[in-house]
Nanobody, 119 residues
């Protein structure tokens, strides 16, 4: 089993910054991919950013040049630095990992952390 602990969400004014963290724990052999998705009010869940264990990153067009995903592999933790936040970034942000345990390959979701961008 693999568990995810997310932190860092909250209320921020437009133009502000937040940093989200997602720590994975449990039976981890290889964290292949770590990423963030979000679901805004009345919207479908969408990809925000991913980072592979090889250092490759991918971003949604809407967050490029504003958000940065990074990983601390020693801590099994991914971060999402969000700058120049806009009201349309308001959403629940979910951590997602694709991980090999000692027994199987799993896709695991976090419980979500809310981000509200409002003045």
């Amino acid at each position: 089993q693999v568990q995810l602990a997310e932190s860092g969400g909250g209320l921020v004014q437009p133009g502000g910054s937040l940093r989200l963290a997602c720590e994975a724990s449990g039976d981890i052999f290889n964290l292949v991919l770590m990423g963030w998705y979000r679901q805004g009010p009345g919207k479908e869940r969408e990809l925000v950013a991913t980072a592979s264990n090889k250092g490759d990153t991918k971003y949604a067009d809407s967050v490029k040049d504003r958000f940065t995903i990074s990983r601390d592999n020693a801590k099994n933790t991914a971060y999402l630095q969000m700058n120049s936040l806009k009201p349309e970034d308001t959403a629940v942000y979910y951590c997602n990992v694709r991980v090999w345990t000692t027994e199987a390959r799993l896709t695991v979701w976090g419980q979500g952390t809310p981000v509200t961008v409002s003045s």
